[in-house]
């Protein structure tokens, strides 16, 4: 199975502030036939399922304000809030869906410092 | 609107069986591969297992495998996840997830989820 990484575990970030989180894939998830990349990122807050915000990589789910944004490719990915908002606190987690048996990182909590 | 809706939690004990449902409306279901992710107490998410939409292939998690037994009924637009020989570390909030792409195995990234059903195994 692919593992995937996230850091830091924990983020304190100051309202307003750009908050980054990365992970790492134990392989890449980039699928050259179609040069894309088979990660996404998922917000989850307590009581409430998972929110899907980014796909492949770096395309904003609908809906998702646009200070939230992805990058990398391979096996280096962020997701990156620009602005942080208070609604923003929650623990982040990406994904690979590159193989038939899905993987998460273990997760990033982000905090308002 | 697109929705999944979980059933069947609840407290059972060690060793015993459980059945979770997750009823699908608001697209067509028997064109999607679907999956179920849980999540532990104070734990991150799992991914559980996948079927493929025409219910010919199945892949599990290797803390579930040979426990837990995916299936679907695509004329009753509801998926199943059939838990037995169930452990204290069994004990989750268990999603039903919807891809994004409609694609027989279910790939995709996952845009909807159910509310979740609590499924606690007593020791």
């Known amino acids: 199975d692919i593992v995937m990484t996230q850091s830091p575990d924990s983020l304190a970030v100051s309202l307003g502030e750009r908050a980054t989180i990365n992970c790492k894939s134990s392989?890449?998830?980039?699928?050259?036939?179609?040069?894309?990349?088979?990660l996404g990122w998922y917000q989850k807050k307590p009581g409430q399922p998972p929110k899907l915000l980014i796909h492949?990589?770096?395309t904003r789910e609908s809906g998702v304000p646009d200070r939230f944004s992805g990058s990398g490719s391979g096996t280096d990915f962020t997701l990156t809030i620009s602005s942080l908002q208070a609604e923003d606190v929650a623990v982040y987690y990406c994904q690979q869906y590159y193989t038939t048996r899905r993987t998460f990182g273990q997760g990033t909590k982000l905090e308002i410092k | 609107q697109v929705q999944l809706v979980e059933s069947g939690g609840g407290v059972v004990q060690a060793g015993r069986s459980l059945r979770l449902s997750c009823a699908a409306s608001?697209?067509?279901?028997?064109?999607?591969?679907m999956h179920w992710v849980r999540q532990a107490p104070g734990k991150g998410l799992e991914w559980v297992a996948v079927?493929?939409?025409?219910?010919?292939?199945?892949y599990y998690a290797d803390s579930v495998k040979g426990r837990f037994t995916i299936s679907r009924d695509n004329s009753k637009n509801t998926l199943y996840l059939q838990m037995n020989s169930l452990r204290a570390e069994d004990t989750a909030v268990y999603y039903c997830?919807?891809?994004?792409?409609?694609?027989?195995?279910?790939?995709?990234?996952?845009?909807?989820w159910g509310q979740g059903t609590v499924v606690t195994v007593s020791s």
């Open positions: 608001g697209f067509t279901f028997s064109n999607y591969g």
């Open positions: 392989q890449s998830v980039l699928y050259s036939p179609n040069n894309k990349n088979y």
């Open positions: 997830a919807k891809p994004w792409d409609a694609d027989s195995s279910g790939s995709g990234a996952f845009d909807i």
């Open positions: 079927i493929w939409s025409d219910g010919s292939n199945k």
């Open positions: 492949w990589a770096s």
